[in-house]
């Protein structure tokens, strides 16, 4: 939950001008600038997708508006693994879950079908790609990493309810987000 009550993108401007200092320092100082130019961005896109969900408002609100029960959890898992097919990265469909879910826009079973669905989305592109661009053994590789995440997406799934209340139990005090971090440490 670091970064939904803290901004971070203060230091975002430093770090970028760090990392084109760094970048002058030959071959080495160019990695190490990249790599701090790549930490700056993350900073500023944190910012950005908060700021860009608190803009929403009330205008996107799931919040109760959606078929609760396996319906709406697998809707959810749907939206999950959409976004990660958009997005190449089931990372940022967690960080813009955890963004809705600071906003008050989605419930924490929600952000926990999404979170599913965000693996699943991951293994599938991983799946597309591997089958593409390799060999029969990156093939069977990722035939096998896309089996067993589906393997366990499913499990997820529907052990949801067991999970939300272990959840609820664990972090009774917690907000959502350290919830739906919980959950998402457990699941993986």
């Not at 749907?78 to 989605?106: E, N, P, R």
Request: charge should be positive; aromatic fraction near 10%; hydrophobic fraction near 55%.
């Amino acid at each position: 939950a670091a970064g939904q009550n803290i901004s971070l993108s203060p230091l975002a401007m430093p770090l970028l001008v760090l990392g084109i200092l760094a970048g002058f320092r030959g071959p080495r100082g160019k990695a190490v600038g990249r790599l701090i130019f790549g930490v700056a961005f993350i900073f500023m896109g944190i910012e950005q997708m908060k700021s860009g969900f608190a803009g929403l408002g009330g205008s996107l609100d799931f919040t109760g508006q959606i078929v609760s029960g396996y319906l709406g959890q697998l809707l959810f898992v749907a939206i999950g693994m959409a976004l990660t097919a958009m997005l190449m990265s089931s990372h940022a469909t967690l960080m813009l879950t955890l963004a809705a879910l600071a906003a008050g826009q989605i419930e924490l079973w929600q952000g926990m079908s999404v979170a599913i669905g965000g693996s699943v989305g991951s293994s599938i592109n991983v799946f597309v790609i591997g089958w593409l661009g390799g060999n029969t053994s990156g093939r069977r590789l990722a035939l096998v990493h896309c089996l067993f995440n589906l393997v366990t997406g499913f499990v997820a799934f529907v052990l949801l309810d067991l999970f939300y209340w272990l959840v609820q139990q664990s972090l009774p005090q917690a907000n959502a987000l350290l919830q739906l971090a919980l959950f998402q440490t457990l699941f993986n």
